[in-house]
């Protein structure tokens, strides 16, 4: 059914990219998004000030070693402070792989404070960042992998509206969930062909190997432990290392099961294509409720795979239009608007979203 729409100011203007950056990679002419306080809490410089070189050796020197910057009216940050944040969460997490490898621990408090970062940018900053893991045409590596996943999990925890603590319980155990995926042969993982049985058997006990790490490691808590055991479990028990339904799956290990399926079916793999997003949202969809929690799924495709409000996107007539609201139990269909009018797509089957060309835009 087209409705007629009698006003578009449901068009917000886009959202301001806002970052937390390590001193170095601060640049003049970005402004100051929250006060710099020394250690003593004495202000040394307010928010909303515009940097400069003098000001940013200033702070470096009195001891600052990350600011929250924005710099709006720019597209610099939105563009390259996701990838910023990614690169070195990736450089700082090297220690957890160099650790686990040598058969030794990590340092737990290094990967809290990761998270508690990640958790901090990224609910300031979903659409950049989802935007970011959407884009790569690869992961590089097992660590590149367990932050992308980190990435989706929080998104989705935070349309869910779990608080901060909770959030940074999830990402800690994202953050290790694949380690045991350390101890299998790299030829293996990157097996370009199809796996054989024993290949297969192997890798499938990486969720155990992880959880018998991260067991004798003092300070991890039930919630990794549960991740990294049960991300790859299935509510209709078709998964494993063991099988196990519905209720005896974590919350937190259904949510990352989710944003884990889905980087890996974006990404193009040896063998398998990689599918075009809007493929992939009904790949999972087709799964909701099956295998996969329904309610999460949806939250995950109206948060991260789909069409967020506000995106701009192409349906397949070539009608270019905006998504203006969602439909929780279609999250694949969207409420549009183009050439004056509203379309429900959830009332149109016919009609569907082929690609996404902007998000957020004016
Ligand atoms: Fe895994």
């Not at 992998?145 to 994202?174: E, N, P, Q, W, Y």
């Not at 290790?176 to 054989?196: A, S």
């Not at 339904?245 to 294509?273: L, Q």
């Not at 309610?295 to 495709?301: D, G, K, N, Y």
Request: net charge neutral.
């Amino acid at each position: 059914m087209f409705v007629k729409l009698l006003s578009v100011s449901l068009f917000k203007k886009g959202v301001v990219a806002l970052f937390s950056l390590p001193i170095d990679q601060v640049l003049s002419g970005m402004k100051l998004a929250k006060p710099v306080l020394n250690m003593q809490g004495t202000l040394l410089l307010d928010k909303d000030n515009v940097l400069d070189e003098k000001s940013i050796t200033a702070l470096r020197n009195a001891g600052a070693k990350r600011l929250w910057v924005t710099d709006e009216g720019s597209q610099f940050l939105k563009e390259q402070g996701p990838q910023k944040v990614f690169q070195e969460i990736v450089r700082q997490l090297e220690t957890v792989k160099e650790k686990t490898i040598l058969g030794k621990s990590f340092d737990v408090n290094l990967v809290n404070e990761v998270a508690q970062e990640l958790v901090e940018q990224i609910v300031v900053n979903e659409t950049p960042f989802a935007e970011m893991v959407r884009m790569k045409a690869a992961e590089n590596s097992i660590l590149e992998h367990m932050v992308d996943v980190s990435i989706l999990s929080i998104i989705i925890a935070k349309s869910l509206g779990m608080d901060k603590l909770d959030m940074r319980f999830l990402c800690f155990g994202t953050l290790v969930h694949d380690i045991g995926q350390f101890l299998i042969p790299r030829e293996i993982l990157n097996k370009p062909t199809q796996l054989n049985d024993s290949e297969l058997k192997l890798i499938r006990k990486h969720p155990q190997f992880g959880y018998d790490i991260l067991k004798n490691i003092d300070g991890v808590n039930k919630h990794a432990l549960n991740i990294t055991l049960q991300h790859h479990e299935r509510l209709d028990g078709s998964g494993y290392p063991n099988g196990i339904k519905v209720n005896s799956i974590a919350h937190f290990s259904r949510i990352v099961a989710i944003a884990d399926i889905y980087t890996a079916i974006i990404r193009e793999k040896g063998y398998r294509r990689r599918l075009p997003i809007y493929e992939a949202g009904e790949l999972l969809w087709a799964q909701a409720g099956i295998t996969l929690d329904r309610s999460l799924t949806s939250a995950f495709l109206n948060s991260v795979v789909a069409f967020p409000i506000r995106s701009t996107v192409k349906l397949n007539n070539g009608v270019v239009a905006k998504v203006i609201a969602q439909n929780a139990d279609f999250p694949m269909r969207p409420v549009v608007y183009a050439d004056g009018e509203m379309v429900d797509l959830s009332e149109n089957p016919t009609v569907f979203i082929t690609e996404v060309i902007a998000y957020e835009s004016d």
